[in-house]
Nanobody, 122 residues
Framework: VQLVESGGGSVQAGGSLRLSCAAS????????MGWFRQGPGKEREAVAS???????TYADSVKGRFTISKDSAKNTLFLQMNRLKPEDTAMYYC??????????????????WGQGTQVTVS
């Protein structure tokens, strides 16, 4: 199983970024996927998750600003981030919860993780 994130970068507060996560090595459409982040000096935290049938769940801190989506035909997960704030600065990771159909924000439910992509908001 391989997860590769892209799309991170530096942006001013109020701006937008779109992260992508390309997945390979497993039946992508059959498992829950999620985005997590870890800011400097902080614990890793959940951002969003999407169920196998496309239903999203969001952390309160990003509701109304971030949108998780997926393209099952291309085995790709997305995170559209709008109205970014400095506190959104973090390394963002995508993850796969094999065997889990429903969205989950518990990191312990996830089995595979990408290497991360850095998002910096100033």
């Amino acid at each position: 199983v391989q997860l590769v994130e892209s799309g991170g970068g530096s942006v001013q507060a109020g701006g937008s970024l779109r992260l992508s996560c390309a997945a390979s090595g497993y039946r992508y459409a059959s498992h829950c996927m999620g985005w997590f982040r870890q800011g400097p000096g902080k614990e890793r935290e959940a951002v969003a998750s999407i169920s196998t049938d496309g239903k999203p769940t969001y952390a309160d801190s990003v509701k109304g600003r971030f949108t998780i989506s997926k393209d099952s035909a291309k085995n790709t997960l997305f995170l559209q981030m709008n109205r970014l704030k400095p506190e959104d600065t973090a390394m963002y990771y995508c993850a796969a919860a094999l065997g889990m159909r429903w969205a989950t924000l518990l990191s312990a439910d996830y089995h595979y993780w990408g290497q991360g992509t850095q998002v910096t908001v100033s």
